[in-house]
């Protein structure tokens, strides 16, 4: 996992800006970042920062002619995403960059078998047959740790507990093998026991397969574990950035020192600072 | 002082509480709260954690009887709620109050901040209407809010001022006794700080007793003087906030400790990289685990109460995490 | 000490990127249109006999006059003045829907919320009691009522409002039913509030948008009806105009004076129109507000 010379996500003075009952916001204001092919990186912030709207304007998840101005340069293996077209990014997402989101229910279809949907995103991006599919279908379920994968790919969302949607989602999401990966707060609406497993699965995944991942939490402990670097964001601005070990132990930012001391610790009952 | 303190009683006492929801539409009965017991103390806070379906939720709103309780005894200040006639538990519900989740749906959006906290003071008569308005400005600084803030509306406060708002409200008629459920969640890591410190300082103040319903451990230690921790609608830990979190007793409870992450970079990772504690048991021959103390109940045989030390008791049976 | 408040809406954060909606401008023109041309009938029909160039039920020798300076809309069958009967003529129809309809609204708010919030037993005898009520079409009913106890105006608005009070029951009742679920119902209940205060105070406040809207749909509704009922006779008696009668008196004249026809027919189509425009005209002012 060394990270190459040259980042894979290269992210130039990003900015979003929204539009809504003529009220501009400026939600993300000329940030800039990057990720090293392999590398874990983690973005934390309080709600409203902007960091959930940083992933989904790098995807340009946002439809043709809505309120959103995007700016800046996403330089993703050499191409800017910000000037593909639809076409092209349509191939990129899902294939080279994937999302996994924070609540599994309404990312998947209902009327769908899992199995179906994996194997929709695998045979669109990789023209696979439909066996081949299937097995890697099967396959994949087992990687992320679903028992008797065969038989429960026949089965529909709604049958399956919110830890194992999320566990079939990360199948979707690493189906075509992606160079990065998204998660955005992919365990906050877990119970605590199922969030331990699916960050296991998230860490043996990255080992196993090499991919990149973008994490974005406003959880401390669960960022602490599972990237390298991170950047704290606060109202559309990246405040601190740095390793993970340096952040935690020498914050250098007020903000992210405060951040720091409010979190509850399992160990003391000392007053909380506000 | 509450009169509660003074005799030296438990402010609240349930015993073998259930609530069971019947069976319907081809699923089966759900015992979302099975015999479930503990005191609470006078100005103590006993919190309540569990996952999602432990019945931490339920057993809240059961022991305020907004849910009716199949079986089992609530008594507050000494008098039996469950048994008790409408109109008396109307009156007695100025001694409880609710403090909920969201803080987005849980006040009146119609209604401004003063006409919100009067209608506890009009509801129960404890205020004469003249003194209303010193009341509320009383209340509205108790809990760290501007009193000339009181004529807008809930949309125009931030997630935490609300739920200050919602404290003010339950604090309106001087109650004994409240219920948070899960009161912070819905809100960023420094408003919690703030709500969390909030709720302790008027604890010491008003000498008030807390059942805190919390999933969040780290969150739970920093306001409890008692924990129980539930699962599967049966209480299978009960202590010392000290004694459950130091030294837990029942493997589920160890492994929800063990589960919560840890803000400290190198032991997060170490804890992630080694095997999480699993229990070994045969789901066919014993669907409700081995015991914990090494004895054989049989198939049938139910959960028996153990005490490890003094004030701090524990299930014997183990139930598996939530199946596939 | 007030926390600063953030310009942009906290969860914003977390959905997905969303159109925006309609512009203002767009979302306030309909309901200014309804308004202004209720404004306008009500103006009217409230001046009437004042601006009515002569007595609705004054006839003269000038019959099926074509218009003119004098007779704006020319005259009827017996020579009396078509524009002065409309207006007249509106005040009685417009009178009829509006009380009716304000019945009909007062009895289905009552018996939707008691239905909804009690739930049970009282649900089931009341819902099923407007089932029956709704059985009835309005004409049927109208024609028994009014055989029974004779056309006056009355009895022609008790009709119509039982006719209507089970729409407006049922529209009532279910986002009551929603509603008494909500956390803040669930809040006052703890505080120690009585279930009569919640239901009034905490409850059907929460309601009222989808019943502006469908009490403008049943005016809508009840202009046709009313019209549709008196010109088949079982309306107000004559010599007293209304906009149905006219309909149905000026019928055989039609080729020789059109105007006859034309006018309470336009009379007719405005005000239902109107009110449609209204309710569209609330329900996007309601949709988006969002309170």
Redesign the interface.
């Known amino acids: 996992m060394s990270a190459s010379a040259k980042p894979l996500l290269q992210v130039q003075r990003l900015s979003a800006q929204f539009t809504r009952d003529a009220v501009v916001s400026q939600v993300v204001k000329g940030i800039s970042f990057d990720i090293a092919a392999g590398e874990a990186v983690g973005f934390v912030g309080e709600s409203g920062c902007g960091k959930s709207v940083t992933a989904r304007a790098m995807m340009r998840l946002a439809p043709e002619g809505s309120s959103v101005e995007l700016g800046g340069v996403v330089r993703f293996d050499g191409q800017d995403l910000l000037q593909l077209r639809e076409a092209d990014m349509c191939d990129i997402r899902g294939q080279r960059i994937a999302m996994v989101f924070q609540d599994p229910m309404t990312s998947l279809n209902p009327v769908l078998s899992v199995g179906a949907q994996i194997d929709d995103i695998m045979r669109r991006h990789t023209g696979v047959s439909r066996a081949q599919a299937r097995r890697r279908t099967v396959e994949l379920l087992g990687l992320v740790g679903i028992r008797d994968a065969a038989r429960r790919s026949e089965d529909f969302p709604h049958q399956f507990s919110g830890g194992m949607r999320q566990r079939v989602l990360i199948a979707m999401a690493v189906s075509c093998q992606p160079d990065l990966l998204i998660a955005d707060e992919p365990t906050t609406a877990l119970d605590v026991t199922v969030q331990a497993q699916i960050l296991r699965l998230l860490l043996r995944l990255r080992q196993e397969l090499g991919m990149a991942l973008m994490l974005i939490t406003h959880d401390f402990g669960v960022i602490a574990g599972m990237v390298e670097r991170v950047y704290v964001m606060l109202d559309g601005q990246i405040v601190e950035a740095g390793a993970v070990d340096d952040i935690f132990a020498r914050p250098q930012h007020a903000y992210t020192r405060a951040l720091l001391d409010a979190v509850p610790r399992l160990e003391s009952a000392g007053r909380l600072m506000p | 002082m509450t009169t509660a303190a003074a005799a030296g009683q438990p402010v609240l006492q349930v015993r073998d509480l259930s609530v069971v929801f019947p069976a319907r539409r081809g699923n089966p009965a759900v015992k979302a709260v099975d015999r479930v017991s503990f005191d609470i103390a006078p100005g103590q806070t006993l919190g309540l954690v569990g996952e999602s379906g432990s019945g931490k939720t339920t057993t809240g709103r059961a022991i305020l009887q907004l849910q009716s309780a199949t079986a089992g005894s609530v008594k507050l200040l000494g008098q039996e709620l469950t048994t008790m006639p409408r109109g008396d538990l109307r009156r007695m519900r100025r001694h409880m109050q609710f403090v909920l989740q969201n803080p987005y749906s849980s006040l009146h959006p119609r209604m401004t901040v003063a006409r919100i906290l009067t209608e506890p003071l009009q509801v129960h008569h404890s205020v004469a209407p003249a003194q209303m308005p010193d009341r509320i400005t009383q209340l509205m600084e108790l809990v760290g809010l501007e009193p000339d803030m009181v004529q807008r509306y809930p949309h125009e406060f931030s997630g935490g001022q609300r739920q200050r708002i919602v404290i003010a409200r339950a604090l309106a008629v001087h109650p004994d006794f409240v219920v948070c459920d899960e009161p912070v969640s819905a809100l960023d890591v420094r408003t919690q700080a703030q709500i969390v410190e909030l709720l302790r300082t008027l604890q010491d103040k008003l000498g008030l007793s807390y059942l805190f319903i919390a999933h969040d451990l780290a969150l739970v230690r920093q306001v409890a003087h008692r924990v129980a921790v539930m699962y599967g609608g049966q209480l299978v830990e009960l202590g010392d906030a000290a004694q459950v979190y130091e030294t837990p007793a029942h493997p589920y409870t160890r492994s929800l400790l063990d589960a919560v992450p840890i803000p400290d970079p190198a032991r997060q990772r170490a804890k992630l990289a080694a095997a999480p504690p699993e229990p070994e048991f045969d789901q066919h021959k014993d669907p409700l685990g081995p015991c914990v103390f090494g004895e054989d109940h049989g198939r049938t045989g139910n959960s028996t109460w153990h005490v490890v030390c003094p004030g701090h008791g524990v299930s014997c049976r183990f139930w598996p995490p939530a199946a596939f | ?3 600063a ?10 959905r ?6 309609p512009a ?1 401008k767009r979302r306030h023109l309909l309901l200014a249109l309804g308004i202004a041309m209720l404004l306008a009938m009500l103006l009217v029909t409230a001046l009437g006999p004042w601006i009515a160039p002569y007595d609705a039920i004054a006839t003269s020798p000038d019959s099926l006059a074509g218009p003119s300076t004098q007779h704006w809309l020319g005259t009827d069958s017996i020579g009396r003045d078509v524009l002065s009967r409309l207006i007249i003529g509106g005040r009685t129809t417009l009178l009829i829907t509006f009380v009716a309809v304000s019945l009909a609204v007062a009895a289905g708010l009552v018996l939707g919320l008691v239905s909804g919030y009690v739930g049970g037993l009282a649900d089931e005898l009341i819902m099923r009691g407007l089932d029956i009520v709704f059985a009835f079409p309005v004409f049927l009913l109208a024609i028994a009522v009014v055989a029974a106890l004779g056309p006056t105006v009355p009895n022609l608005i008790l009709t119509i409002a039982i006719v209507y009070t089970p729409i407006m029951a049922r529209v009532v009742r279910a986002p009551v039913l929603s509603v008494k679920r ?3 119902v ?9 279930e009569l ?1 919640i239901a009034i ?2 409850v059907l ?2 309601v009222m948008s989808p019943i502006l809207v469908q009490t403008s749909l049943t005016l809508a509704n009840t202009i046709f009806t009313v019209t549709a009922l008196s010109f088949l006779g079982i309306g107000p008696p004559p010599p007293d105009p209304n906009w149905g009668g006219m309909l149905s008196e000026a019928r055989q004249f039609m080729e020789l004076a059109p105007l006859t026809v034309i006018g309470p027919a336009v009379a007719i189509v405005f005000a239902t129109l109107t009110f449609i425009v209204l309710a569209n005209g609330l329900r996007d002012l309601l949709d988006v507000a969002g ?1």
């Open positions: 000490m007030a926390e408040r953030s310009i942009v809406d906290p969860a914003l954060d977390t997905p990127i969303a159109e925006a909606p203002r909500w956390d803040h669930e809040a006052a209940r703890s505080v120690g509030v009585g205060r105070v905490h406040p929460m309170h």
